[in-house]
């Protein structure tokens, strides 16, 4: 094809996308996957300062659960979803640093990733490098930003360093296991069932705890020689939360960062005077909030994948319509690793 009819393809391509209106899932009340509806609505026109990005594959995360069940409330009705990647294929005015036909990827705005296409502020982009797929990138752009501030920035996990890592074959897990073991730490590693752990243990993780079925505390003073972790990375929540902390060496951290199996509850502060203890509860968008952070967090994943020192496993792959499908394998526990959505 000369590059001449290729743009006339592509302009056809985009008078027929906006005639044509584009497909996204809203909920209007909070509950369970079957809230979640697909719509049809007038493709949106970016604003000045917004760009619109054609959306390639969709990150499904399990905070998109959290905001349709309102565990973290939001204002409905409303879209849903953090992350996504595609091109970029109209540009309001006022607009620099991002053009048509970039690239990009994004984790983090409002809410509205569930859609064939979205217009969004640019300052929540990032661009993606040649050798990155849309669907590696939608599958581990969060995660991976996430397993990043987590294992370097809230701890900066060393060579020797004993770390629990609970839920290690989720999405968020499995990325945040191979850079532990990458950095040489000495990993614990929590999952709910055989076929879980065989995945992890494929990691090259030395310790796999069945936490469905053996006492993951017991293990891991077991594993330390009673001496316990350096660090608990709990996602869990409520189900983990109190008996992480009994697992963590003297001046321990405990890393909460999700609520899976629901809130963590309320802890008393004398608590961690067992061993003085360190507790954080941390969120990405706070390691995120400036242009650098997320440069630097992004662009350390990516150029991690491109160097062949990730491998990143083949998301699940499911059409935008099968969102509440998708959705309840996720709160389900029947995924391994990272689901994606293709529009
Ligand atoms: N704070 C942050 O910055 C941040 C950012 C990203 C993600 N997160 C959190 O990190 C966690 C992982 O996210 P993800 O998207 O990658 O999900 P995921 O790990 O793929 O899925 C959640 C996993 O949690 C485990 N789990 C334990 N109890 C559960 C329960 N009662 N219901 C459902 N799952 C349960 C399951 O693994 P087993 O079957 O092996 O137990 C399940 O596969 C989530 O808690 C998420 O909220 C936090």
Not at 19 to 27: E, M, N, Q, R, S
Not at 90 to 118: I, K, N, Q, T, W
Not at 135 to 143: D, F, M, N, P, W
């Amino acid at each position: 094809m000369r590059s001449g009819e290729g743009r006339i393809e592509l302009a056809a391509y985009r008078l027929c996308a906006s005639v044509a209106g584009v497909k996204k899932i809203v909920f209007s009340e909070v509950g369970g996957p079957e809230v979640l509806r697909l719509v049809e609505a007038e493709t949106p026109e970016p604003g000045p300062g917004e760009v619109r990005v054609r959306h390639q594959a969709i990150g499904v995360n399990f905070i998109d659960i959290y905001h349709r069940t309102g565990l973290y409330p939001v204002p409905l009705p409303a879209g849903l979803g953090l992350e996504a990647a595609g091109e970029i294929d109209a540009v309001g005015e006022g607009v620099s640093g991002f053009a048509l036909g970039d690239r990009v990827a994004y984790a983090g705005g409002p809410l509205g990733a569930y859609a064939e296409a979205r217009v969004i502020d640019p300052k929540h982009l990032v661009r993606l490098p040649a050798g990155i797929a849309s669907s590696i990138a939608a599958a581990t752009l969060l995660k991976s930003m996430t397993a990043e501030y987590l294992i370097r920035r809230t701890v900066r996990v060393e060579r020797g360093d004993w770390v629990l890592f609970h839920a290690a074959a989720g999405g968020v897990g499995l990325l945040a296991c191979e850079w532990l073991v990458k950095l040489g730490a000495r990993v614990i590693a929590t999952v709910s069932t055989e076929a879980k752990a065989e995945v992890v243990r494929s990691l090259g993780v030395e310790h796999v705890v069945l936490y469905s079925k053996e006492d993951f505390v017991a293990r891991s003073r077991e594993i330390t020689d009673g001496k316990g972790v350096r660090v608990v990375y709990d996602s869990v929540g409520l189900d983990t939360f109190e008996r992480s902390l009994d697992c963590l060496a003297l001046r321990g951290t405990l890393v909460g960062f999700g609520n899976a199996s629901g809130k963590p509850p309320m802890m008393d502060p004398m608590k961690l005077a067992k061993g003085s203890y360190f507790l954080t509860r941390a969120t990405l968008f706070h390691y995120t909030a400036t242009r650098e952070e997320l440069e630097l967090s992004s662009g350390t994943f990516f150029q991690a994948v491109l160097d062949g020192l990730v491998n990143v496993r083949a998301p699940k792959e499911l059409p935008l319509a099968q969102a509440a499908e998708a959705h309840r394998a996720l709160a389900g526990r029947e995924t391994i690793g990272s689901t994606i959505l293709v529009p």
